[in-house]
């Protein structure tokens, strides 16, 4: 089956520590996302990688940080420094080249106390 | 699972009613809309989308429509069903911003047997 899996689906951390959230696509899509989406809320872009080796902040990039190595994987590091780390965090992928379908994961809920 | 339901407005339904859920946008740039479902604890699920060239697009039991006059775009779901529960979210994407969506904060339906 294609798609988007992001993995642990519930994340529990201490505060201080750093924590990375994996997402892998194998959809072949050249761009990927990461988003953040509080209760009640819309989702807020962090993080997004248009190709391999190049990614660009979002709205919400402080306290975040991302790696794009490889095509079908977009890693996302909370770290410490992030003020309000607990939220549910959505990673999506899309084809590129302009405004297209974006697919979402499952998402990983984080909680950070 | 994740409440992404809370101080959402929200619209309640007869099953089998027709929906007709409401967004708001404000950029006279954005060139691209589309719709989301997103059920609780999940990742939203792709509707219907829509080019800023067109008024109207249809898909199955769904249809968007998009007034850029009043910069308004609405999501009507025909024979509502309790499998559409759910938050609906619009997203817009501002021409020349590489395909980023920016969403809305979402609409509740509640559909009732």
């Known amino acids: ?12 951390r201490k505060e201080g520590q750093n924590v990375t959230l994996s997402c892998e696509q194998n959809l072949n899509h050249d761009a990927m ?4 989406q509080d209760p009640g809320q819309g989702l807020r872009l962090i993080y997004y990688s248009q190709i391999v080796n190049d990614f660009q902040k979002g709205d919400i990039a402080e ?9 079908e994987s977009f890693p996302l590091t909370v770290t410490s420094a992030q003020k309000n780390p607990t ?24 909680t950070v106390t | 699972g994740e ?11 007869q099953e089998g009613d027709n929906s007709i859920i409401n967004c708001a946008y404000s950029n006279s740039a954005s060139d691209y809309f589309i719709w989301y479902k997103q059920e609780s604890g ?33 999501l009507q ?35 009732k047997p």
């Open chain 1, 63 to 71: 306290g975040y940080s991302v790696s794009r190595e490889k095509k």
């Open chain 2, 42 to 74: 999940k990742g939203p699920q792709f509707i219907i989308d829509i080019r800023s060239n067109m008024d109207k697009r249809q898909g199955q039991r769904v249809t968007v429509l998009l007034n850029k006059t009043v910069k308004h775009l609405s």
């Open chain 2, 3 to 13: 409440s992404v339901g809370l101080h959402l407005p929200t619209l309640s339904v």
């Open chain 1, 87 to 110: 939220a549910f965090y959505l990673c999506a992928s899309s084809i590129g080249q302009g405004p297209v379908e974006q697919y979402f994961g499952p998402g990983t809920r984080l």
């Open chain 2, 77 to 111: 779901i025909a024979a509502t069903q309790p499998g559409d529960s759910a938050v609906y979210f619009c997203a817009e994407n501002i021409r020349g911003s590489q395909g980023n969506l920016i969403f809305g904060k979402g609409t509740k339906l509640s559909v």
């Open chain 1, 1 to 12: 089956d294609g798609g988007i899996t992001q993995s642990p689906k519930y994340l529990f």
């Open chain 1, 33 to 36: 996302y990461w988003y953040r």
